[in-house]
Nanobody, 126 residues
Framework: QVQVVESGGGLVQAGGSLRLSCATSGFILDEYAVGWFRQAPGKEREGVSCISNYDGMPKYLDSVEGRFTISKDSAKNTVYLQMNNLTPEDTAVYYC???????????????????WGQGTQVTVSS
């Protein structure tokens, strides 16, 4: 069955970097849109970055544009989120999600996903 498993979270100082990994199984990665979402305490979940399965293009939340980079290694069935210049506002549980719906980059940060991982905690200290 479709599975996504996140790893790579941790505690980092402001200005530091982390790379999250989303290991996928049970589907052909290039046929699925994959997104990274986060939820901070007391806040709603928000889409951070995604890769469209329609055209392979990435999309980013405005507040992470230029600091975060999403990439995928289809041979390893893994999607990565490289996070640089982290700030305390990036503290949250980060989730990976996948869907077989055809999503262009205009839509891949939306609420279209039906396969979610368990999340990985990212904590950025000031």
């Amino acid at each position: 069955q479709v599975q996504v498993v996140e790893s790579g979270g941790g505690l980092v100082q402001a200005g530091g970097s982390l790379r999250l990994s989303c290991a996928t199984s049970g589907f052909i990665l290039d046929e699925y849109a994959v997104g990274w979402f986060r939820q901070a305490p007391g806040k709603e979940r928000e889409g951070v970055s995604c890769i469209s399965n329609y055209d392979g293009m990435p999309k980013y939340l405005d507040s992470v544009e230029g600091r975060f980079t999403i990439s995928k290694d289809s041979a390893k069935n893994t999607v990565y989120l490289q996070m640089n210049n982290l700030t305390p506002e990036d503290t949250a549980v980060y989730y990976c999600a996948a869907t077989s719906d055809w999503l262009s980059r205009s839509y891949c940060l939306g609420n279209h996903y039906n396969n979610w991982g368990q999340g990985t905690q990212v904590t950025v200290s000031s």
